[in-house]
């Protein structure tokens, strides 16, 4: 049996699965936290690589190793290596200023013919202008910018701080690929490019950036360190929803949505895409082709957060939800607890509409808050398909699919068909058949056993009331 490993190095936690590269059966699997926060220093993703890679068994029966990851989070090093300062996190909103002052400078309708993109608070490059503004003395120091999954396959290879890496900081080693690359603001899916004007734009000069590889090309090789043996063959790695395709299976006509830190519909399609409004990232995807996405801040933590607000665990909170009727009784919940990526709000808070003396039960309560991740997910949806896509089937994942609620109120609120396939860590065994892609010369056409799907049950007077309440947010 020839194996194959796949990383996914996600906002709360690093995961390992090592894969038979034949069939893609998970052999054995690690993991490790992450800290808290929207900002992180990147030494604790490294940390917890190596825990999560011992706990799955470590590497020496390995042949190749990919890195999927969080996408969008700024890792910028010094001249020496070096990382400047704790990473900004997709999920930080202080760079919403920077966001607006790059549109206003370039013009939305430019921006998004350049990149497929218009900046809100999430991208890179808001980021780069962020850091420039707030932090000049950290700003000059950079040499170069990198994305969680860069970074941690760049250490993997053994480059990093002198004293600490085996081979020391040779920043063009630096590799990464279009899916991440297409979540900076100054890349282009559609030329597979770097835009620089727009890098110098955000940081305020050039600096040196990853290689962008093809789907299936190789990085380098792991050097011996830390207990990784050397000389495992390291793929070009993704980002964390174009490996989540990639372990799916996903091809042109799939949509995804998955509900985990954040919430995000994406659909695989044949050209790119580039959305003036800015509601929709015109995204490559990891296998050649795009992947067109729309997120939202808000997704599994809504249900964490109300959850504890009634006092159940996630078991509790889905049969309190099943129990009240669609609509949740006239109550609406706009879920915009961390602001909002998607609308472009990132000094919105949420609020409850709807609640009267009857209205306002735990039943009510708990069928709002899925209702209303689901609306704004919904939402995505009928943008992605203005701009171009035709989707097919509608794929359900992440840890809030795995209640039941969740499954059967999406096909209420998506009115289609919901493909529920079985909970696994579909990012990292996306990295993983990336990985047996680089091995074998072809992607792999691993099958998914044990999905279940759920008739389409539409009620659009859930989607109505809830556009009327987000209006006003």
Aim: include cysteine; aromatic fraction near 6%.
């Amino acid at each position: 049996m020839t194996l194959v490993a796949g990383v996914d190095s996600s906002t709360q936690s690093c995961k390992v699965l090592v894969v038979d590269a034949a069939t893609g059966a998970v052999v054995r699997s690690g993991r490790a936290p992450h800290p808290a926060g929207t900002s992180v220093e990147p030494a604790a993703w490294w940390v917890a690589l190596l825990r999560a890679i011992d706990d799955a068994g470590g590497l020496a029966d390995v042949e190749t190793l990919s890195v999927g990851g969080q996408q969008h989070g700024m890792v910028v090093l010094d001249a020496e290596g070096r990382v400047i300062r704790d990473a900004l996190l997709w999920n930080d909103t202080r760079s919403g200023a920077a966001a607006r002052a790059l549109r206003d400078e370039v013009g939305d309708e430019e921006y998004a013919a350049r990149t497929g993109l218009v900046p809100v608070a999430s991208f890179t490059a808001t980021k780069l202008r962020w850091l420039r503004d707030a932090e000049p003395e950290n700003a000059a120091r950079v040499a170069a910018v990198a994305l969680p999954h860069d970074w941690l396959t760049w250490r993997l290879a053994g480059y990093g701080p002198a004293g600490e890496s085996p081979l020391g900081p040779d920043l063009d080693a630096l590799t990464t690929d279009r899916s991440d690359a297409s979540g900076t603001g100054y890349w282009s899916a559609g030329t597979g490019e770097y835009d620089r004007d727009l890098l110098v734009r955000a940081l305020g000069r050039d600096v040196i950036v990853p290689r962008v590889l093809a789907p299936d090309e190789r990085s380098g090789v792991t050097a011996r360190q830390h207990g990784i043996p050397g000389g495992i063959a390291l793929g070009a790695g993704a980002g964390d929803n174009a490996a989540a395709a990639l372990g799916l299976g996903a091809a042109v006509g799939d949509v995804v949505v998955s509900i985990g830190t954040s919430g995000t519909v994406f659909a695989v399609t044949d050209t790119p895409a580039a959305d003036v409004t800015g509601a929709v990232a015109g995204f490559a995807d990891a296998s050649g082709a795009f992947l067109p996405l729309v997120a939202t801040l808000n997704a599994a933590q809504v249900v964490d957060v109300i959850a504890a607000l009634l006092g159940v665990d996630h078991d509790g909170f889905s049969t309190l939800a099943l129990a009240a009727a669609p609509g949740a009784g006239g109550v609406v919940l706009v879920p915009y607890f961390s602001g909002e990526r998607t609308p472009d709000l990132p000094d919105a808070t949420a609020g409850f509409a709807g609640l009267t003396l009857g209205s306002t039960t735990r039943e009510n309560v708990a069928r709002a808050a899925i209702e209303g991740m689901l609306c704004g997910l919904a939402d995505g949806l009928e943008t992605i398909i203005r701009v171009g896509a035709e989707p097919r089937r509608l794929l359900l994942i992440g840890g809030g699919a795995r209640l039941e609620a969740t499954r059967r109120i999406a096909a209420q609120v998506f009115g289609l068909p919901v493909t529920v396939p079985p909970p696994t860590e579909y990012v990292a065994l996306g990295a993983a058949a990336q990985a047996a892609w680089m091995l074998g010369g072809e992607r792999p056409s691993w099958s998914i056993e044990g999905s279940v799907t759920l008739p389409a049950d539409p009620h659009p007077e859930i989607r109505a009331a809830y556009r009327a309440m987000a209006q006003r947010a």
